[in-house]
């Protein structure tokens, strides 16, 4: 999806995200494909920009007082 750049940057993971990272890694592995963790994050990354745009800043989105009491 994204192209590499040189850019690094350090994120900071759970293990049980790790794990699914990893999951994912093997299922491609086993259909025949190749990636790596890194490019997973990356195309994870591509796809929360580009499809889930919305969703992300509702969640993010400030709550009102009276919101967040009731």
């Known amino acids: 999806m994204s192209k590499m750049n040189n850019v690094a940057k350090l994120i900071y993971i759970s293990d049980e995200q790790k794990m699914k990272l990893d999951e ?10 190749s990636t790596s963790v890194s490019e997973i994050i990356r195309d994870a990354i591509d796809l929360a ?11 993010h989105k400030p709550k ?7």
């Open 24 to 33: 994912i890694k093997n299922m491609v592995t086993e259909t025949g494909g």
């Open 49 to 59: 920009i580009y499809l889930h745009i919305d969703e992300i800043l509702e969640y």
């Open 64 to 70: 009102s007082f009276k919101d967040k009491w009731s």
